[in-house]
């Protein structure tokens, strides 16, 4: 892969908002190999990335470039034009701000700032190159993620948060639509249409910004992010190790009956994470979190994703999909040496129904096999579920026969065996799965073991992901909890 890298002068004196004097500034420009018609300037460093690279390779490698140029403290101003300029907003707010704290600001022109709405809700830019181009990914991407959490994924109007830097918009476009995000979420701004990109220093920092802020007071943002980096993740990750993988261990005579394993070349005796996927218990694979393990492996897990088998009534039921992952967990705790992996130290991981199955599972397991639980939106009480949908899952018309069936099932009933100390994050505003779920099962815990964390969000769907705004907390705060809990749980045993 071949990434051109012009250094042409690029240092250059600024002095104010958290700039030390005396202290230079680095310009990073990126544009298409093919084109190079918009970094032209000698005060830029300019990064060419070649057109038929993918989108994933493209925001991995502005990523490194901000990483690298920001590394040792120094300063810099990112600037880019159209979809180029949507990919660097993607890429810097899924740096962590250790990086991003040295970004003075960000130019961009006529970059789309929500191709979730141009390309996915209205289609009113359906057939447009950015729209096709991030549909081409989709395709390329199969199960990984669904078509909506790819233009979510890329659409930085969804993704605003504390740490978004201050930005230059240049040109009309699409500045009626980034002006909207930056007033919801008090982001500085300046708008510019006679931009010219070798005066690009004299612009930051905003001496004038057309956001009002109160005197002596900073608004913060009502959503923040980056919500995406679920989203983000679940697309491309970029593993910091060697990651060995060993596919479709089976621990069953069902096609469906199998795992993947993913762990560090250099491992010993890991702490373990098992994932259940969901579903609405009739679809979803094992493959979908392939980067989220490997994310897990690089923090130093053996880190595991089940399938089992998938509701098909009569040939499999609700029994045989418990049955399956509490068998999964079981085969791999008792090969768990031969993955580098401690099974005295296990930690579960699910969303919706893969968090309703697991939950059951873990009950039917002698009490010390699991260390620790992380969920997301999961089902806990199948009586709040409409008949209909009730009928559906049980294949019982019976009303009677029907309440014993749905009270086997629901992990609220269950509690008395469930001792597992268990993390939730559900969103109030989930309609698939409502907030009552999380609310009861939470509250019936204090009668038992009073072993469940919950952890409530804005903005969210099912699972916690969003709809239309960002994700209050965000992710990356979702994911700190998720962190603390885990290793006040599990690593500190």
């Not at 447009?128 to 959490?149: M, N």
């Not at 007033?183 to 905003?206: A, C, G």
């Not at 943002?221 to 697309?235: A, Q, T, V």
């Amino acid at each position: 892969m071949k990434v051109l890298v012009i250094i042409i002068f690029f240092f250059s004196s600024l002095y104010a908002n958290g700039i030390e004097n005396n202290q230079t500034v680095k310009v990073l420009c990126f544009d298409d190999e093919s084109t190079n018609s918009f970094c032209k300037s000698s005060n830029l460093q300019v990064v060419l990335l070649p057109s038929q690279l993918s989108i994933a390779d493209k925001l991995i490698i502005i990523q490194n470039e901000i990483r690298t140029n920001t590394s040792k403290k120094q300063k810099v101003i990112l600037l880019a034009r159209g979809f180029m300029g949507t990919l660097l907003s993607i890429a810097q707010t899924n740096l962590l701000p250790y990086y991003r704290k040295n970004i003075v600001g960000m130019a961009l022109e006529d970059s789309p700032p929500n191709v979730f709405n141009d390309c996915y809700v209205e289609k009113k830019d359906n057939n447009s190159t950015v729209c096709q181009e991030i549909i081409t990914f989709r395709k390329d991407l199969g199960a990984l993620a669904s078509k909506s959490e790819t233009f979510i994924a890329l659409s930085p109007a969804l993704q605003m948060d504390w740490y978004w830097s201050k930005t230059l918009i240049i040109g009309n476009k699409y500045k009626k639509d980034w002006l909207k995000a930056f007033d919801e979420n008090s982001i500085e701004y300046f708008v510019e249409n006679d931009f010219k990109v070798e005066k690009i220093l004299e612009y930051f920092p905003l001496k004038r910004s057309n956001k009002i802020q109160p005197k002596n007071k900073i608004l913060e943002p009502k959503h923040h992010g980056p919500l995406l980096r679920f989203h983000l993740n679940k697309i491309y990750y970029q593993e910091k190790n060697q990651i060995l993988v060993k596919e479709d261990e089976s621990y069953g005579i069902d096609i469906e009956q199998s795992y993947d394993v993913y762990f560090k070349e250099e491992s010993k005796s890991n702490p373990l994470m098992i994932y259940v996927h969901g579903g609405g218990w009739t679809k979803g694979d094992k493959k979908s979190y392939k980067y989220l393990c490997k994310q897990y492996a690089d923090r130093g897990f053996t880190a595991v994703s089940i399938n089992y088998r998938l509701l098909d009534h009569p040939r499999v039921t609700m029994e045989e999909m418990v049955d399956d992952v509490q068998t999964a967990i079981e085969h791999v705790l008792k090969n768990a040496k031969s993955y580098k992996a401690n099974s005295s130290k296990v930690l579960v991981m699910a969303e919706s129904a893969g968090g309703q199955l697991a939950t059951l599972a873990m009950t039917r397991l002698a009490s010390h096999k699991i260390s620790v639980a992380v969920f997301n939106s999961i089902s806990t009480d199948l009586h709040l579920f409409p008949k209909k949908k009730q009928i559906r899952l049980s294949k019982i018309e019976d009303d009677k026969e029907r309440k014993k069936w749905l009270n086997r099932y629901s992990p609220v009933n269950q509690l008395d065996k469930y001792r597992v100390p268990t993390f939730i994050a559900h969103s109030f505003n989930d309609y698939g799965v409502p907030a009552e779920h999380l609310e009861n099962f939470e509250l019936l815990s204090a009668l038992h073991s009073n072993n469940i964390t919950s952890f409530w969000i804005e903005g969210g769907m099912h699972p916690v992901v969003p709809k239309v705004r960002s994700l209050q907390p965000s992710y990356i705060d979702i994911e700190n909890e998720n962190i603390k809990f885990i290793y006040d749980n599990l690593l500190e045993e």
